[in-house]
C-alpha cells in the first residue's frame, strides 16, 4: 500500500472499530470465541409467551446491563433498542480508539439500519391510544416510536453530531447503511463514520413473521434453522445490533490505528417478487455480485470468502446458493462460504453483527462454522463442523430481502 493521499471516491475507506450486542455475547471478545467454537444462542424463547405460536425458539440477547454503557439521565429515556444501539456504538468508538471531543464531534456521523424498529413501543403506545385514549400514553414512547430513535439516542449519550440518518430496507437495512456511510466519508461529508444494524425481537415482530410463513418449523417437523441444509424447514428470529467505526485509510494511519479490514466497494440490486417473498431465482443476486465486484475492482476469481445471508428459508438458501454455484464456476474460483444464522437466527438488519463477525475473520484468519449445517443442498465449499483457517484476501459480505432487495459488500485485506 502506498502513502499517497486519494481523495473522494478513490479514498479508501477501513474498518478500525467494531462493536457488538449479540446473543453469543455483548462485546467482541465474548462473540468471538463463540462464534468461532461454533457455539449457537438459539433456545425457547424467555421475554414473551409463545404458546400461542408455532415456534418457540429465538435468539435473545441476554446478560445486557445497560447502565455499563449508558449514563443514568439518559438511560430512562431510552427504549430497548436504542439502548442496545447506544451500548454497540460505545463499543465500537472504544474498539477505534476514538473519543468524542469538541473538535471532532461535527465530523462523526452514525448511519444505522433497522428493519422494524421498536415493534415493542409501539404495540405499548398503540394499546394505550386505542383503550384508554391520547391522554393516557406515556409522553416518553412517543419519540420511541420513530425509526431514527435509536440513532438520535446514541448521538446525544455519546457526543457526536455529525451526519445522523437511518435507513429501513427490509432485510438489507444494515448493508446498506454500511455501503452509505462509505460514501458520506468519500463525498467529505463525515470523517468518521458508526454504520451498521439494529433489531429486537417483541410479540408483534414474532406474530408478523409467523404470519408471513418465515419461521421454523414450515414442515411441522423439528424446529430449528439450518443454512444451506437440505432438511431447512424455515428460519429461527434473532436480535441485536452490530456496528463498525469506518474511516479513511490517511486518518487511521495518521492515528496510528490498526484496520481490521478495507471497504473495497458494494453493490445493490433488485428483482420482481411479492412484498414477502424471498427472490426465486439467482438472476437478482448474480447481478448484484457483479456490480459489487466491478465496484471494488476485482473478479470471481479474487473472492475467497462469503458471510452468506442464508437463514434456513426454504427459496432465500436455494437461490442463493445457485447463484454461487454459477458466479464462482470459473477454474480457481471456489470460496469458502459461512452463514452466522445458524447461530445468531435471522434479524434481518443482521448484517451489521455479521460484518463485525467479517472483520474479526481478517483478523484471526479464520472463517467460523455455519451451525445446523448437516446435509448441503448444492456442492459448495461450505464450512461446517468446525472453524477453518485462511488468510483472506477479498470476501464478500451477502444481504439478500424479501421483496428481491440484495446489497453486497466487498471487504478486503488492509495489507494488499
Not at 463463540?34 to 457455539?39: D, H, K, S
Not at 424467555?46 to 408455532?54: E, H, I
Not at 408471513?212 to 428470529?237: Q, Y
Not at 461450505?382 to 484476501?393: L, N, Y
Request: hydrophobic share 40%.
Amino acid at each position: 500500500m502506498d502513502d499517497q493521499q486519494l481523495t473522494g471516491a478513490a479514498k479508501r475507506i477501513v474498518i478500525t472499530g467494531i462493536g457488538m450486542v449479540t446473543p453469543l455475547g455483548i462485546g467482541k471478545e465474548e462473540f468471538n470465541r463463540r462464534i468461532f467454537a461454533g457455539e449457537s444462542a438459539i433456545a425457547p424463547i424467555q421475554s414473551f409467551d409463545t404458546s400461542a405460536f408455532p415456534a418457540h425458539l429465538g435468539a435473545e440477547v441476554t446478560n445486557f446491563q445497560p447502565r455499563d454503557f449508558i449514563s443514568v439521565k439518559n438511560i430512562r429515556r431510552m427504549d430497548r433498542i436504542s439502548q442496545l444501539t447506544t451500548a454497540a456504538a460505545r463499543l465500537a468508538l472504544e474498539d477505534a480508539g476514538l473519543t468524542v471531543n469538541p473538535d471532532n464531534r461535527d465530523r462523526i456521523g452514525i448511519l444505522l439500519g433497522t428493519s422494524f424498529g421498536a415493534t415493542d413501543v409501539t404495540c405499548q403506545f398503540a394499546e394505550t391510544l386505542f383503550k384508554e385514549g391520547p391522554a393516557f400514553v406515556n409522553p416518553i414512547l412517543v419519540p420511541n416510536t420513530v425509526m431514527n430513535a435509536p440513532a438520535g439516542h446514541a448521538s446525544i449519550e455519546l457526543g457526536f453530531r455529525g451526519v445522523n440518518t437511518t435507513v429501513t430496507h427490509f432485510a438489507v437495512s444494515a448493508e446498506t447503511a454500511i455501503a452509505y456511510a462509505v460514501s458520506e466519508i468519500r463525498r467529505g461529508a463525515a470523517d468518521f463514520m458508526l454504520a451498521g444494524g439494529v433489531d429486537i425481537l417483541s410479540k408483534f415482530y414474532y406474530e408478523a413473521l409467523t404470519r408471513f410463513s418465515t419461521l421454523s418449523p414450515l414442515d411441522g417437523k423439528i424446529e430449528s434453522c439450518r443454512p444451506f441444509d437440505l432438511h431447512r424447514n424455515g428460519t429461527v428470529a434473532g436480535e441485536g445490533c452490530g456496528i463498525v467505526c469506518i474511516e479513511s485509510w490517511e486518518s487511521a494511519a495518521a492515528r496510528g490505528r490498526k484496520a481490521y479490514c478495507e471497504i473495497k466497494g458494494f453493490g445493490q440490486g433488485s428483482s420482481p417478487t411479492g412484498p414477502t417473498s424471498w427472490p426465486n431465482d439467482a438472476a437478482g443476486v448474480k447481478k448484484t455480485i457483479g456490480r459489487a465486484l466491478a465496484n471494488a475492482g476485482v473478479g470471481p476469481q479474487d473472492i475467497m470468502v462469503i458471510s452468506a445471508a442464508a437463514n434456513g428459508g426454504i427459496i432465500l438458501d436455494r437461490s442463493e446458493a445457485a447463484a454461487y454455484a454459477e458466479v464462482f464456476a470459473g477454474e480457481g474460483s471456489r470460496p469458502l462460504i459461512t452463514s452466522l444464522k445458524g447461530a445468531l437466527g435471522e434479524s434481518f438488519s443482521g448484517g451489521g453483527i455479521r460484518a463485525c463477525a467479517l472483520a474479526l475473520s481478517f483478523e484471526k484468519n479464520a472463517l467460523p462454522p455455519t451451525v445446523g449445517l448437516t446435509d448441503p443442498l448444492i456442492a459448495l465449499a461450505f464450512v461446517r463442523e468446525r472453524e477453518e483457517a485462511i488468510k483472506i484476501d477479498n470476501a464478500l459480505l451477502a444481504g439478500i430481502s424479501f421483496g428481491g432487495t440484495y446489497v453486497y459488500l466487498v471487504l478486503g485485506n488492509c495489507s494488499n
